[in-house]
């Protein structure tokens, strides 16, 4: 198949890239800057926003399929900028593929855009809800995830894949940011880090994206939550990160109100400054770090013909492999 990938500069959008390419499938990637997969493997590439209606449609031209990653990640923006690069984007993508004649269209989404909150022990994928979501990132991913299963059609085949808290080798998200804290001793834990959460090895949520993309008909219209399904405290998963780096892990905490109100006052402080760097603490991330979710698979599992390959344990053994070969800084 000749697959477009957006968003190839991202740890999974890569991963997808070139699992896709080392199979025999014509990968196309589009991104706004250069992206290493690219150029490691020969890709065709093409430079541009998600936004440019002419760039998209150069890139989608002849696809069979769209692996639509790209996406404005984080809390640092306005809600109009994340609405911008996640919903009036994704329209963008979404638009062009029809008019190409694109049978497959995978998105992929997050759990955010179902979690308002509260506590998420053992349930299903949820249906994306944009008043109720936690931040403007989730707000706008779960509007974008809505307007991609709505163009779900005969011949049009659309499908969402959710994967939760991707981390492994090479992630500036989520470890990146975790030993990043901990080198500097500005990393805490929220209500003691006793949250139970879901987190998914990096080459789990890349098969989960390739199962989609052979599979979209049979799972068109829904949304699907993948991860490892290995629940594990937030503190343990904190420590074996750090572990695997070779920092030191916190040994701080504070009660989730005072962490939410600490964001709130923090997210006020920086938007005021307009820095364009994360602050150490929002309401979104206290209430993720102190609030149970994690999710059961079977239904993916069933759909997808999918399930993670990659443990949590020998993740953890192949990042500190990696941190103990990786050049310095």
């Given at each position: 198949?000749?697959?477009?990938?957006?968003?190839?500069?991202?740890?999974?959008?890569?991963?997808?890239?070139?699992?896709?390419?080392?199979?025999?499938?014509?990968?196309?990637?589009?991104?706004?800057?250069?992206?290493?997969?690219?150029?490691?493997?020969?890709?065709?590439?093409?430079?541009?926003?998600?936004?440019d209606a002419a760039a998209v449609g150069r890139a989608v031209a002849g696809s069979d399929v769209v692996v639509h990653a790209a996406a404005r990640v984080g809390v640092v923006g306005t809600s109009a900028q994340f609405y911008d690069t996640n919903v009036r984007?994704?329209?963008?993508?979404?638009?062009?593929?029809?008019?190409?004649?694109?049978?497959?269209?995978?998105?992929?989404?997050?759990?955010?855009?179902?979690?308002?909150?509260?506590?998420?022990?053992?349930?299903?994928?949820?249906?994306?809800?944009?008043?109720?979501?936690?931040?403007?990132?989730?707000?706008?991913?779960?509007?974008?995830?809505?307007?991609?299963?709505?163009?779900?059609?005969?011949?049009?085949?659309?499908?969402?894949?959710?994967?939760?808290?991707?981390?492994?080798?090479?992630?500036?998200?989520?470890?990146?940011?975790?030993?990043?804290?901990?080198?500097?001793?500005?990393?805490?834990?929220?209500?003691?880090?006793?949250?139970?959460?879901?987190?998914?090895?990096?080459?789990?949520?890349?098969?989960?994206?390739?199962?989609?993309?052979?599979?979209?008909?049979?799972?068109?219209?829904?949304?699907?939550?993948?991860?490892?399904?290995?629940?594990?405290?937030?503190?343990?998963?904190?420590?074996?990160?750090?572990?695997?780096?070779?920092?030191?892990?916190?040994?701080?905490?504070?009660?989730?109100?005072?962490?939410?109100?600490?964001?709130?006052?923090?997210?006020?402080?920086?938007?005021?400054?307009?820095?364009?760097?994360?602050?150490?603490?929002?309401?979104?991330?206290?209430?993720?770090?102190?609030?149970?979710?994690?999710?059961?698979?079977?239904?993916?599992?069933?759909?997808?013909?999918?399930?993670?390959?990659?443990?949590?344990?020998?993740?953890?053994?192949?990042?500190?492999?990696?941190?103990?070969?990786?050049?310095?800084?």
């Amino acid at each position: 198949m000749r697959v477009l990938v957006t968003g190839a500069s991202s740890l999974i959008a890569a991963g997808v890239a070139e699992r896709l390419h080392r199979r025999g499938d014509e990968v196309v990637v589009l991104q706004r800057r250069p992206s290493e997969v690219a150029s490691r493997l020969g890709l065709a590439e093409h430079l541009g926003d998600v936004t440019d209606a002419a760039a998209v449609g150069r890139a989608v031209a002849g696809s069979d399929v769209v692996v639509h990653a790209a996406a404005r990640v984080g809390v640092v923006g306005t809600s109009a900028q994340f609405y911008d690069t996640n919903v009036r984007g994704t329209a963008t993508v979404l638009a062009a593929a029809q008019a190409g004649g694109v049978g497959r269209f995978v998105f992929v989404s997050s759990p955010s855009v179902a979690h308002s909150g509260a506590a998420l022990a053992g349930v299903g994928a949820g249906a994306a809800t944009p008043r109720r979501a936690g931040s403007h990132y989730s707000k706008s991913k779960a509007q974008a995830e809505l307007d991609v299963l709505a163009a779900d059609a005969e011949g049009f085949a659309t499908i969402a894949i959710r994967p939760h808290l991707v981390w492994g080798p090479g992630d500036t998200q989520l470890v990146g940011r975790i030993v990043g804290r901990a080198r500097q001793g500005r990393l805490a834990l929220v209500g003691g880090g006793r949250a139970l959460i879901d987190t998914t090895y990096v080459d789990n949520a890349v098969d989960a994206l390739v199962a989609a993309v052979d599979r979209t008909p049979r799972g068109h219209g829904e949304a699907f939550v993948v991860s490892n399904a290995e629940p594990r405290t937030v503190a343990e998963l904190m420590e074996r990160i750090c572990t695997a780096a070779g920092v030191p892990p916190p040994r701080r905490s504070v009660p989730r109100p005072v962490a939410w109100t600490g964001g709130a006052v923090a997210e006020a402080a920086w938007a005021l400054a307009r820095r364009g760097d994360d602050p150490p603490m929002t309401r979104f991330l206290a209430t993720q770090l102190g609030t149970a979710h994690w999710f059961e698979q079977q239904r993916v599992q069933q759909v997808l013909g999918w399930e993670p390959q990659v443990s949590l344990d020998e993740g953890f053994v192949r990042l500190a492999e990696w941190y103990r070969n990786a050049p310095i800084g």
